[in-house]
């Protein structure tokens, strides 16, 4: 069977020229269903830049992705769209809630923009907060709930529709240790009832919640090894400066090739537009498309 994700020597080149960024350097990586993987590395090894591309957010300069066997570079807007909809949900360091909303109608907004009719989307929203333990806070807004609470709303919202793929992005970043224990507990939580959880962190302790230690070094995987839950931080710390040492990267480099040009147009495209049904509590036009965007794909 064909790994759920399977990217073949990707690359990725930020303002090609002269001032030249390379944050991905011939990247492979597979990745199976029900996977729980951290992906590690220092602050401006390409992390972000890689959970992008996993997201279909943005597009690689080069190199192949296949989601489910499929190449995502021969996808039109409106399947990566589908597929950012409804195989991903996103959740980031920065919550990226919409203020004026409660937590209810945060969780609930996706679902209007997939077309939920109201009656599922309520029961899915209720069920999501539910879920992160937060049954009593549905009609209070982001300014009146702790971070800790704050990203609960945002990883109901990313698994209110059950997608089975979760991509999170620093999602303790600005957490304090006991909302940090609580997010990874919740995480865990959704790989055990099947989902995948790709989770991206600078914090080897976090990486020890994970099944898999990808570690990235200059837009290279320089170690990628599993953890039987016996891994400490000291012992990550270790493997990440043997590989260090060795510097040897495990995924290809060999092919220099440029294998697949991607239609840049396609970056971070618009996921929600014109997909918007009845809702009868807020009006939706207060809210616009680029706003949502920011939101749903953490574009800031
Ligand atoms: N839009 C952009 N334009 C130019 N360079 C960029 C852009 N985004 C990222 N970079 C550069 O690409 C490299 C990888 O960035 P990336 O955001 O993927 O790192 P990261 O591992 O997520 O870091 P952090 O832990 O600080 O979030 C960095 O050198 C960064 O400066
Ligand atoms: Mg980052």
Known sequence: MASLIEIRNMCKIYNPGENEVRALDHVSLSIGENE?????????????????????????????????????SLMTDDELSDIRNKEIGFIFQGFNLISNLTAFENVELPLIYRGVKKSERTKLAEEALRKVG?????????????????????????????????????????????????????????????????????DNEIAANASRIVHIEDGRITSDSSNDGHLSRDDIARQIKESETDNHPVSGVEDETDTNEFNSDLAST??????????????????????????LNGEN
């Open 134 to 202: 937060l049954e009593n806070r549905m009609d209070h807004k982001p300014s009146e709930m702790s971070g800790g609470q704050q990203q609960r709303v945002a990883i109901a919202r990313a698994i209110a529709q059950a997608p089975p793929v979760i991509l999170a992005d620093e999602p303790t970043g600005n957490l304090d240790s006991h909302s940090t224990k609580e997010i990874m507990s919740i995480l865990k939580g959704l790989h055990a009832e099947g989902r995948t959880v790709i989770i991206i962190t600078h």
């Open 270 to 295: 618009g996921t929600v537009e014109n997909e918007v049904q009845g809702n009868d509590d807020y009006d939706i036009n207060d809210i616009n498309d680029s706003e949502i965007d920011l939101h």
């Open 36 to 72: 729980f993987v951290a992906i590690i590395g220092h602050s401006g090894s390409g992390k972000s830049t890689l959970m992008n591309m996993l997201g279909c957010l943005d597009v690689p300069t080069s190199g192949i992705y296949l989601l489910h066997g499929s190449d995502v």
